[in-house]
T-cell receptor
Framework: DSGVTQTPKHLITATGQRVTLRCSPR?????VYWYQQSLDQGLQFLIH???????AKGNILERFSAQQFPDLHSELNLSSLELGDSALYFC?????????????FGPGTRLLVL | DQQVKQNSPSLSVQEGRISILNCDYT??????FLWYKKYPAEGPTFLIS?????DKNEDGRFTVFLNKSAKHLSLHIVPSQPGDSAVYFC??????????????FGGGTRVLVKP
């Protein structure tokens, strides 16, 4: 158990809908990262928040957004969902910022868009 | 542009023997490298890491070797155990705000340890 929690574990929805994925980092970790794992793209970085502020964006679609709250939990919002958004979404956390920070991953949310 | 590559999609090894997983990278700015293990329906679990200032790091049965000139790292697992059967990912990160602290992952190697 990494100490990172994600809810829900599974999500099934329809095209055009909007969903929210939630992540609670390990106790004491200030950084939260979101990654997407799809069959054809592997694990891809989406976005990084540190202590409530957005720090970096990766290949995140404009239909996707995220935020980190004062209690440090984070939410990833996916809107106008398409079939291709079906994937595993992982959140990870680390104590601080910096390239030498080890990121610890949550169990993931499996999203299926029908 | 795949900056981190794991060229062997799968590896089969006998219990008790050594498993060697390889990873190549192209971005010379990477300065921190990690190995994660992943079981189906679970998140990646951190195994071991190495900074670019070192060429070896050991933790129990796991040893990671880094060859910066060849832009190559490897993970040795010895002795291999049936519980090691999983998908292994190498990942790398680069310093600086432009890099964004993101991890760049390889495509993974599926390891099967036979009893």
């Amino acid at each position: 158990d990494s100490g990172v929690t994600q809810t829900p574990k599974h999500l099934i929805t329809a095209t055009g809908q909007r969903v929210t994925l939630r992540c609670s980092p390990r106790s004491g970790d200030l950084s939260v990262y979101w990654y997407q794992q799809s069959l054809d793209q592997g694990l891809q970085f989406l976005i990084h928040y540190y202590n409530g502020e957005e720090r970096a964006k990766g290949n995140i679609l404009e239909r996707f957004s995220a935020q980190q709250f004062p209690d440090l939990h984070s939410e990833l919002n996916l809107s106008s969902l398409e079939l291709g958004d079906s994937a595993l979404y992982f959140c990870a956390s680390s104590v601080n910022v910096g390239s030498s920070e080890t990121q610890y991953f949550g169990p993931g949310t499996r999203l299926l868009v029908l | 542009d795949q900056q981190v590559k794991q060229n062997s999609p799968s590896l089969s090894v006998q219990e008790g023997r050594i498993s060697i997983l390889n990873c190549d990278y192209t971005n010379s700015m990477f300065d921190y490298f990690l190995w994660y293990k992943k079981y189906p329906a679970e998140g990646p679990t951190f195994l071991i890491s190495i900074s670019s200032i070192k060429d070896k790091n050991e933790d129990g049965r796991f040893t990671v070797f880094l060859n910066k000139s060849a832009k190559h790292l490897s993970l040795h697992i010895v002795p291999s155990q049936p519980g090691d059967s999983a998908v292994y990912f190498c990942a790398a990160s680069a310093p600086g705000e432009a890099a964004g602290n993101k991890l760049t992952f390889g495509g993974g190697t599926r390891v099967l340890v036979k009893p």
